[in-house]
């Protein structure tokens, strides 16, 4: 049992290994450069992320029912294998449809790692009595995460400037050997439990399961829904923000140094997420940090300083995703993690579905600024209503 023990908190370590290597994606910062070279527009971009997360929203949930039934481990494996498979196919694609082909294939990867991997390590924790500790974890996932990203983003940006051919026959190598390290995982004995009796009946219930977890405990549905707005406004930015500096005059290189910024400071203070945590408390993370991020959003619309407004949203943002998902696992049981885990994904990418698009759109018809005032005026009303929710709901407990 020790043995075991031991080798669940090696789970630990492993998995910071594998985020970091996992996410030394040399494309991120690149890919839509990279296709708008080959000939795609603003709308084209949008439509091909549309598709990305259409395909994601579809597939989250059963991707996530696969982790909890037969194992995180298993899942990781296969989201590493499509993921390397996407690479090479964005490698050798010239058309839009073949471009949609790999983006759902990539879409795949996501889901099969999304919930898995969070559950895998939570209930790793749990099983050996830490998962107190979950939240100083998460911290240091996030900060090689982004560590990795910065590595990622200034790599990444170096080779497109010489041909993006090698940044995407690099990241499909490191798809690769993630897979073999994956298989090196332990599977915690409360995720083993959940294995038996492998059967449609089971998978629907699955389901059925978690979606009442989440409607018995309004507060898990809540805070889904507020890390997936800021989620989705992060998310836009970066990949617009990548064709409104290339237009604007920059480099592949210099848009690579201001996201790695971001990254490399956010991933600092993911670290300290849990001691900012202890002096602001749950309130002032979810009711105030929003303020934040739409101050910055208000920054990159109206000013010339979008580098530094967007590396204050990426810290911002990295504090909020590390706090919620604390507070998110600590309220839903272990049975259901990883296809809740995987809903909470799926609501994502119905948001991006429906918006990302649209973004893409603006910026073609008018321009990609004012998308970005758009999105500051949205999210403006959606902080104000965040936070009278917030201090409405503290109001009441404490009456």
């Not at 994601?56 to 194992?71: N, Q, R, Y």
């Not at 499509?82 to 090479?88: D, E, K, L, P, Q």
């Not at 560590?147 to 170096?158: E, H």
């Not at 490399?264 to 934040?292: N, Q, S």
């Amino acid at each position: 049992m020790d043995n075991y023990k031991h080798k669940l908190k090696g789970n630990i370590l492993k998995n910071y290994i594998f985020i970091f290597l996992s996410r030394l994606d040399l494309t991120q910062g690149i890919w839509m450069i990279y296709l708008a070279v080959k000939g795609m527009t603003l709308t084209q971009l949008g439509l091909l992320e549309g598709i990305f997360h259409l395909v994601s929203f579809t597939m989250e949930v059963p991707t996530g029912v696969v982790a909890d039934l037969w194992g995180r481990r298993v899942s990781r494996i296969m989201g590493r294998g499509f993921a390397m498979v996407s690479m090479i196919v964005l490698m050798f694609s010239n058309s839009f449809f073949m471009f949609a082909v790999a983006f759902a294939i990539l879409a795949i990867s996501f889901n099969l790692e999304s919930g898995a991997g969070e559950a895998l390590i939570y209930d790793s924790l749990k099983e050996i009595d830490l998962e107190d500790d979950y939240i100083k974890v998460n911290g240091k996932n996030e900060m090689f995460m982004q560590i990795a990203s910065v590595v990622a983003l200034l790599l990444g940006g170096y080779l497109a400037s010489k041909n993006y051919l090698y940044a995407f026959g690099f990241s499909a190598i490191l798809a690769a050997i993630t897979m073999g390290q994956a298989f090196l995982f332990v599977e915690p004995s409360i995720a083993i439990e959940n294995k038996e009796n492998k059967n449609q009946n089971i998978f629907f219930s699955q389901i059925k399961d978690s979606l009442s977890v989440i409607r018995n405990n309004k507060k898990v549905g809540f805070l889904i829904v507020f890390i997936n707005i800021i989620a989705l406004s992060v998310t836009s930015l970066f990949y617009y923000l990548q064709n409104y500096w290339k237009v604007g005059g920059y480099s592949e290189f210099q848009i690579a140094i201001f996201l790695s910024i971001s990254s490399l400071l956010a991933g600092f203070m993911a670290t300290k997420v849990y001691k900012l945590e202890e002096v602001i408390k749950e309130k002032g993370i979810i009711a105030y940090m929003p303020f934040i991020i739409v101050l910055a959003m208000w920054g990159i619309a109206l000013t010339n300083c979008a580098p530094i407004f967007y590396i204050l949203i990426g810290v911002t943002e990295s504090i909020v995703f590390v706090a919620t998902s604390d507070y998110i696992n600590k309220l839903i049981p272990s049975e259901n993690r990883a296809t809740i885990l995987s809903f909470q994904s799926m609501v994502f990418s119905l948001l991006m579905i429906c918006v990302f698009p649209i973004i893409g759109k603006i910026g073609d018809s008018v321009s990609l600024n004012f998308a970005f005032k758009i999105m500051a005026i949205l999210g403006t009303i959606l902080a104000l209503v965040n936070a009278y929710m917030v201090l409405k709901v503290e109001n009441k407990s404490i009456n």
